[in-house]
């Protein structure tokens, strides 16, 4: 276990509230993340202090009031702003959110109680080291995600609790315990009551850490609860010679496969989630899902929408699962065309996309789709390297050359700029202004 090692400002600021007759300590996260020899992220305090006491104290400094109800001030020194709240119990929670009142109390003890899950109810400060009445540098240290007290009630409080919990334990490679465990099962219907934003954030999160497939196989009952549309895939069998799991197994395995980035993370979780209403089996009882990109795409973004994603990501998303499973051979023409369509950035995305599902299949011609696929990426990278013509940006004429050989401004200059761009695609036109511009004057003849 790590020592923890206060930086300058947060040192300053529990020395001038013990200064000042008060206590100070580092509190939560940023405790947890000293432990495990990580940086925190950010340093929140806590004190006996109540929030007027904290804004006489600091009165010498920019203070914000960013919750005083709730015992909250934010002091902002040398451009950073520190949170210091006044230690506090928690009345009721009727919304499963946010306590209906709270108290202020002159116990550390009453305000670590409060808190979620043990290795998040540790304090600190220099003069009396690390203080941790329930466990949480054993938790720490175990691997152990545990609430402090009773889980029930921790998530009764606050049911975003429950998805903190599977996102610790996803990106940590920590151990839920299984009382914790448990409650987390048995209230999980609770996350109704959270809004889309708060869940949104903790998903992606999740879904980015290194046992996001663990979390996802263990606690699919609570991942339906936020995306119910993935039921459909829990144990839908695929029957097919390139598959070997269901459809959500096969899922979590892309999931596994791909890199921890939140574009590709849940592009990897949605790809699939159109096959169930996509299937089709033939005379044999081959199963077949010509349809399912299509049909996944239109699911998927109506999800995202609903978890407030931002309008650019959804459509990223929507278009790499549409195109995630297309054909593609190292065949220059073909790439340039859906590099025109697509842009470089987002077919070298399918590339992972496509390697992380074939991974993610039964063997029968894995060494087959991998040997192409690769061949693929070559082809794509000396292509986009090369600076051949795939854009019309890369077009050795422009606009405002055809405006200059008589075409009138509008639709038209950009019909005949993309018919021109299809020709040097295909290989029929050098990308050489002269030549470009002697085919565009043809057509300028022709007849609309």
């Given at each position: 276990m790590m020592e923890i090692k206060l930086p300058t400002d947060v040192k300053m600021i529990i020395d001038r509230l013990c200064g000042s007759g008060y206590d100070g300590y580092a509190v939560g996260g940023c405790v947890r993340d000293s432990l495990m020899g990580a940086a925190p992220h950010d340093w929140d305090l806590t004190t006996d202090a109540l929030p007027d006491e904290i804004e006489r104290i600091f009165a010498d400094y920019k203070t914000l009031d960013i919750g005083k109800r709730f015992g909250t001030i934010a002091v902002m020194v040398n451009a950073e702003l520190y949170e210091i709240t006044t230690y506090r119990v928690d009345g009721a929670y009727s919304d499963a959110r946010h306590p209906d009142e709270v108290s202020f109390s002159d116990r550390l003890r009453d305000d670590l109680a409060r808190r979620d899950f043990t290795v998040n109810a540790m304090a600190y400060n220099d003069r009396e080291g690390l203080v941790d009445p329930y466990g949480g540098a054993r938790d720490l240290s175990d691997g152990v995600i545990r609430c402090v007290g009773v889980p029930a009630e921790r998530f009764g409080e606050d049911a975003l609790r429950i998805l903190r919990a599977l996102r610790f334990a996803a990106t940590l490679g920590f151990t839920i315990e299984p009382e914790t465990s448990k409650a987390i099962l048995s209230q999980r219907t609770l996350l109704n009551t959270i809004a889309a934003e708060r869940i949104r954030d903790e998903l992606l999160k999740l879904l980015c850490g290194d046992q996001a497939d663990f979390i996802l196989r263990r606690y699919r009952s609570v991942i339906a609860v936020l995306i119910p549309e993935l039921k459909g895939t829990f144990d839908f069998e695929q029957h097919s010679k390139h598959h070997n799991r269901d459809v959500y197994r096969h899922t979590v395995a892309a999931v596994r496969n791909v890199e921890p980035e939140p574009l590709l993370r849940v592009t990897m979780l949605f790809h699939d989630i159109g096959k169930p209403l996509a299937q089709t089996t033939d005379k044999h009882g081959i199963c077949h899902y010509r349809n399912h990109p299509k049909i996944g795409a239109a699911m998927t973004r109506e999800i995202l929408r609903r978890l407030c994603m931002p309008n650019a990501f959804i459509d990223e998303v929507c278009t790499m699962i549409r195109y995630h499973d297309e054909r593609f051979k190292p065949e220059p023409v073909m790439l340039k065309g859906y590099l025109k369509l697509l842009g470089a950035d987002m077919m070298l995305k399918l590339m992972l996309i496509q390697r992380a599902d074939i991974l993610a299949q039964s063997i029968y011609l894995r060494a087959e789709k991998l040997s192409n696929l690769a061949a693929v990426s070559d082809e794509l990278r000396r292509i986009i390297t090369s600076e051949e013509c795939y854009s019309l940006r890369q077009l050795a004429v422009s606009g405002a050359d055809l405006l200059h050989i008589g075409y009138a401004s509008?639709?038209?200059?950009?019909?005949?700029?993309?018919?021109?761009?299809?020709?040097?695609?295909?290989?029929?036109?050098?990308?050489?202004?002269?030549?470009?511009?002697?085919?565009?004057?043809?057509?300028?003849?022709?007849?609309?």
């Open positions: 509008g639709i038209r200059i950009g019909q005949t700029l993309d018919q021109l761009l299809d020709l040097v695609i295909a290989g029929e036109l050098p990308n050489e202004k002269e030549a470009l511009i002697a085919r565009a004057k043809e057509l300028f003849d022709k007849p609309e």
